[in-house]
């Protein structure tokens, strides 16, 4: 074993070797991004998977996550007709966002996973930091993990390059988009 699966094994006694899959009832995937260079719009994407496969060696484990983008959610039913659109989504061509792991670092409680992010058909390395919460056994049996991450991307990197220009001068949208992940897994038996 590694000198980081120990450390992750000595910190988590219940770190379990196996199969994982979402929790949706108890995820949140969300984003935001800046609007009218004064303040942010945040949304969710309402549907999406999740599955992590850990290893006897944590940095060897990997994630594959696919959302479905016509799932968007910002609580403006406009807003979200206009991103499922060509200008941003384009979901009837590409009605999936995907993400698949390439790489781990763990330091105790704290990971980063390298990985290829796909949009639009174009994929981009990025890089997700968080924080393991860890693993519990359930009353009923159940074995249950948890991690918080986050990722910054650029959106014009995936062809996500609608704006509209400000009278008062600068873009309605800001470039970086911030990408938050609750998750929770629950291990398959």
């Known amino acids: 074993m590694s000198d980081t699966s120990t450390t992750t094994a000595a910190l988590h006694p219940d770190y379990r070797v196996g199969t994982w899959k979402l929790d949706p009832v108890h995820s949140e995937l969300s984003f935001t991004v800046r609007h009218l260079k004064v303040t942010k719009v945040r949304g969710t994407f309402d549907s ?10 944590p940095a060897e484990s990997t994630i594959e996550a696919v959302v479905d ?3 968007v959610n910002t609580k403006q039913e406009y807003r979200d007709n206009h991103l499922r659109s060509s200008d941003f ?3 009837e061509q590409h ?5 698949r792991s390439t790489g781990f670092d763990i330091d105790g409680d704290d990971f ?3 990985g290829e992010l796909t949009l ?14 860890g693993v519990v056994v359930t009353d009923d049996g159940t074995v249950k993990a948890g991690a918080s ?12 390059s609608w704006n509209a220009a ?8 800001g470039d970086d988009v911030s990408i938050s992940m609750e998750l929770q897994v629950v291990l398959q038996k």
């Open 48 to 57: 999406f998977d999740v599955t992590i496969v850990t290893a006897a060696d």
């Open 69 to 71: 983008v016509a799932s």
């Open 89 to 91: 989504f384009l979901v």
């Open 95 to 99: 009605p999936h966002m995907t993400f």
């Open 112 to 114: 980063t996973v390298t």
């Open 120 to 133: 639009r058909g174009v994929t981009q390395p990025v890089t997700l930091t968080g924080e393991f919460g």
């Open 149 to 160: 991450a986050t990722a910054k991307i650029n959106r014009h990197d995936f062809g996500v």
């Open 166 to 173: 400000l009278e008062a001068g600068g873009m309605t949208l």
